[in-house]
């Protein structure tokens, strides 16, 4: 099982960004699909989470309202959209199933 993330960049406050995680070997029909974020020096957190019917979501508080999990199965691959970013977003975004972690994908949000 492989995931790629994608999709990172830098931004200014009130920004936008979506984030791509391809995921090989497994389909995201089969399992819930996390994204994760860490800040430097800070812990890995959980952001957000979609379950394999792709009918429960989560959002963690600091995001809720302001990031949205999707995913299309055509292209097996899972997205995060992120509005109304915060320099509090920056760090590296990484997604997770089964315990199968991708590289990550770096957002900082400044200006």
């Known amino acids: 099982v492989q995931l790629v993330e994608s999709g990172g960049g830098l931004v200014q406050p009130g920004g936008s960004l979506r984030l791509s995680c391809a995921v090989f070997?497994?389909?995201?029909?089969?399992?819930?699909i996390g994204w994760y974020r860490q800040a430097p020096g800070k812990q890995r957190e959980g952001v957000s989470c979609?379950?394999?019917?792709?009918?429960?979501?989560y959002y963690s508080e600091s995001v809720e309202g302001r990031f949205t999990i999707s995913r299309d199965i055509a292209k097996n691959t899972v997205y995060l959209q992120m509005n109304s970013l915060k320099p509090e977003d920056t760090g590296a975004y990484y997604c997770?199933?089964?315990?199968?972690w991708g590289q990550g994908t770096q957002v900082t949000v400044s200006s």
């Open positions: 997770n199933t089964r315990g199968f």
């Open positions: 070997g497994l389909r995201v029909d089969s399992y819930a």
């Open positions: 979609i379950n394999s019917s792709a009918n429960d979501t």
